[in-house]
């Protein structure tokens, strides 16, 4: 079965620090580029990052260039989310997703996690 | 950036009838395009990608179409699983951007 588990979410105070991992399995992990998106509590979804294949290239949204940094590990199926700085507006569900397919880094997204909370408060 | 709009953010209607949901660009493009299902607690599920096409085990009751700045969802005679928030999203240049959502809810 195709998966994707994230964990790694909690409470954290503003200024503080969080690393989101994502497990994948039930599919070649090294072929697909893979992305976070997030939801704030009762809003819509707004793309974080996405990676490449071999992890060569990333991408941010504005709201968190500088002080978010995804990775990802090949050999262990897992990718990363490294959020430095965290404010209350980073408060939020973060999914993990992967490509739909393994021709292009740009595509929709056919596989998420169910998402783990990060909440930002003093 | 390329702001998605979609509209009506909140559709009412009946089961067995048909909704058709709106998503403008602010931008135009060809047909990277994704349409999403999101059911409250759970994570959002692709429908449609490249504009028109499918995804894997999507009935064919939703169809989409469109291209350059004007997209649409059409849920044709709406099932009681269908009632959700429905989502688009542009991956044609960066950033990825999403529609604020359209709730299709019951009438």
């Known amino acids: 079965e195709v998966q994707l588990v994230e964990s790694g979410g909690g409470l954290v105070v503003p200024g503080g620090s969080l690393r989101l991992s994502c497990a994948a399995s039930?599919?070649?992990?090294?072929?697909?580029?893979m992305n976070w998106v997030r939801q704030a509590p009762g809003k819509g979804l707004e793309w974080v990052s996405s990676?490449?294949?071999?992890?060569?290239?990333?991408y941010y949204s504005d709201s968190v260039k500088g002080r978010f940094s995804i990775s990802r590990d090949n050999a262990k199926n897992s990718l990363s989310l490294q959020m430095n700085n965290l404010r209350a507006e980073d408060t939020a569900v973060y999914y993990c997703?992967?490509?739909?397919?393994?021709?292009?880094?740009?595509?929709?997204?056919?596989?998420w996690g169910q998402g783990t909370l990060v909440a930002v408060s003093s | 950036e390329i702001v998605m709009t979609q509209s009506p953010a909140t559709l009412s209607v009946s089961p067995g009838e048909t909704a058709t949901l709106s998503c403008r660009a602010s931008?135009?493009?060809?047909?990277?395009l994704a349409w999403y299902q999101q059911k409250p607690g759970q994570a959002p599920r692709l429908l449609i990608y490249?504009?028109?096409t499918r995804a894997t085990g999507i009935p064919a009751r939703f169809s989409a179409s469109g291209s350059g700045t004007e997209f649409t969802l059409t849920i044709s005679s709406l099932q009681s699983e269908d009632f959700a928030v429905y989502f688009c999203?542009?991956?044609?240049?960066?950033?990825?951007?999403f529609g604020g959502g359209t709730k299709v809810e019951i009438k």
């Open positions: 039930g599919f070649t992990f090294s072929a697909y580029s």
């Open positions: 997703a992967r490509d739909t397919s393994n021709y292009d880094i740009l595509d929709a997204f056919n596989i």
């Open positions: 931008q135009s493009f060809t047909s990277n």
């Open positions: 999203q542009q991956y044609h240049h960066w950033p990825l951007t």
């Open positions: 990676i490449s294949t071999a992890g060569s290239y990333t």
């Open positions: 490249g504009a028109s």
